[in-house]
């Protein structure tokens, strides 16, 4: 069974850094492309980027690209979204996602990793 | 990009049938028959109804149905449940010089009357 686990939520303040994680199982982690999709309180879906474990190939989309990183550590199978200075404009919830073989669309999806960052 | 555009609000009584709309441009919905659409129940992560236009993802009832027009794709409900009331989204896969690039339409509340 394919699953996307996700770490805990988050509570930090302006300014700090953060790294969240999606651990894969359940299929060969370095075949699929892992993306991550953000979305803020009471709106929508918006995907930010994603990445093939296989070779760390990266592709961001445009409104992230330099705001956030994103990597994964194959051994582990383990994908990560990570700031190096956040705002609380990043407050929202993170779900990572896998596409399907075809990488059109995300068939699986974590539980989401809710970020709150606040004074 | 621009998000792609959905109704904010869609409603019907048990039963019936409804539809959503997502337009888009040449550039996404009118341009690849990649667009999917996803049910997202509140404080759940999304789940795939729909994909590559009108498909249904193995376990997906077959009440559920997808279609596409020029720069308008669709998916319809048909015998609304009680279960079907959530968030809708549409995405779809785009072109750009990043070669993996999707865009989500902002959502539509489903509510069953």
């Known amino acids: 069974e394919v699953q996307l686990v996700q770490s805990g939520a988050e509570v930090k303040k302006p300014g700090e850094s953060l790294k969240i994680s999606c651990k894969g199982s359940?299929?060969?982690?370095?075949?699929?492309?892992i993306g991550w999709v953000r979305q803020m309180p009471g709106k929508g879906l918006e995907w930010m980027g994603i990445?093939?474990?296989?070779?760390?190939?990266?592709r961001y989309s445009p409104s992230f690209q330099g705001q956030v990183t994103i990597s994964a550590d194959k051994s582990i199978s383990t994908a990560y979204l990570q700031w190096s200075s956040l705002k609380a404009s990043d407050t929202a919830m993170y779900y990572c996602a896998r596409p399907s073989a075809m990488v059109r669309e995300f068939d699986y999806w974590g539980q989401g990793t809710l970020v709150t960052v606040s004074s | 990009q621009s998000a792609l555009t959905q109704p904010a609000s869609v409603s019907g009584s048990p039963g019936q049938s409804i539809t959503i709309s997502c337009t888009g441009t040449s550039s996404d919905v009118g341009g690849y028959n990649y667009v999917s659409w996803y049910q997202q129940h509140p404080g759940k992560a999304p789940k795939l109804m729909i994909y590559?236009?009108?498909n249904r993802p193995s376990g997906v009832s077959n009440r559920f149905s997808g279609s596409k027009s020029g720069n308008t794709a669709s998916l319809t409900i048909s015998g609304l449940q009680a279960e079907d009331e959530a968030d809708y989204y549409c995405?779809?896969?785009?072109?750009?010089?990043?070669?993996?690039?999707?865009?989500f339409g902002g959502g539509t509340k489903l509510t069953v009357l």
């Open positions: 359940g299929y060969s982690f370095t075949s699929y492309w």
């Open positions: 990445i093939y474990p296989g070779d760390s190939d990266t």
């Open positions: 995405s779809s896969y785009t072109s750009s010089s990043t070669l993996l690039n999707w865009v």
């Open positions: 590559e236009v009108s």
